[in-house]
């Protein structure tokens, strides 16, 4: 089956740094990956949809400023939480799409912004 | 307005049925899939149904009706490792997911 990759799976940072989150599709090519988050007890929320070689497509109430995206091929898609602050502490979520239908999810990354 | 309609949470007993429901309204509609998630983790993949019926894949089965925007997923017998959240996604017109909140299952001994 179509396996998702995201690494790191856990990183505490301090206010003010940046992090970065990879997400890999290792046996297929991905021409969709899409960013969620999702806070404790709250479903998914999709942050951006990212075609590879091209801009994310940002979610209204998503800051692209803050959080920067880039799909810099048909396996690799990174999410940069830039300047983050303790609110910024969640669980994120990357998922790979080839064709139309399913998306194939990452294990996810906790980040903890202290 | 695009919306997808489950409930909170539900409980069961070891050994028993349970159905969850999931209601959608999209923008057009390219077919509705099922995931689990347990607490900490990613969701997986449950079902995917894009014709009226029901799929069964083992312990689990999955109904939907186009005509009522109506999907359902049968669990059988429960297993303790079957709680967790179950979310419901329609996959609209522009093959977007539009997902639910996710419905909690607790299953009790």
């Known amino acids: 089956g179509a396996v998702v990759s995201q690494h790191p799976s856990r990183v505490i940072c301090k206010s003010g740094t940046s992090v970065k989150i990879e997400c890999r599709s290792l046996d297929f090519q991905a021409t969709t990956m899409f960013w969620y988050r999702q806070f404790p007890k709250q479903s998914l929320m999709l942050m951006a949809t990212?075609?590879?070689?091209?801009?994310?497509?940002?979610e209204q109430g998503v800051e692209k400023d803050k959080f920067l995206i880039n799909h810099a091929s048909l396996t690799l898609s990174t999410l940069t939480v830039t300047s983050a602050h303790p609110e910024d502490s969640s669980f994120y979520i990357c998922?790979?799409?080839?064709?139309?239908?399913?998306?194939?999810f990452g294990p996810g990354t906790r980040l903890t912004v202290t | 307005g695009q919306n997808i309609d489950q409930p909170t949470e539900m409980t069961a007993t070891e050994g028993a049925i349970v159905q969850i429901n999931c209601t959608y309204q999209t923008s057009g509609f390219n077919g509705l899939f099922w995931y689990q998630q347990h607490a900490g983790e990613a969701p997986t993949f449950l079902s995917y149904n894009v014709l009226d019926g029901l799929e069964e894949k083992g312990r689990f089965s999955s109904f939907l009706s186009r005509s009522k925007g109506y999907s359902y997923l049968l669990l059988k017998e429960l297993q303790m490792k079957d709680s967790a959240s179950y979310l419901c996604a329609a996959l609209d017109s522009n093959y977007q997911l539009i997902w639910g909140a996710g419905t909690k299952l607790i299953i009790k001994p």
């Open positions: 998922s790979a799409r080839t064709g139309d239908r399913e998306q194939y």
């Open positions: 990212s075609n590879e070689g091209s801009k994310a497509t940002y």
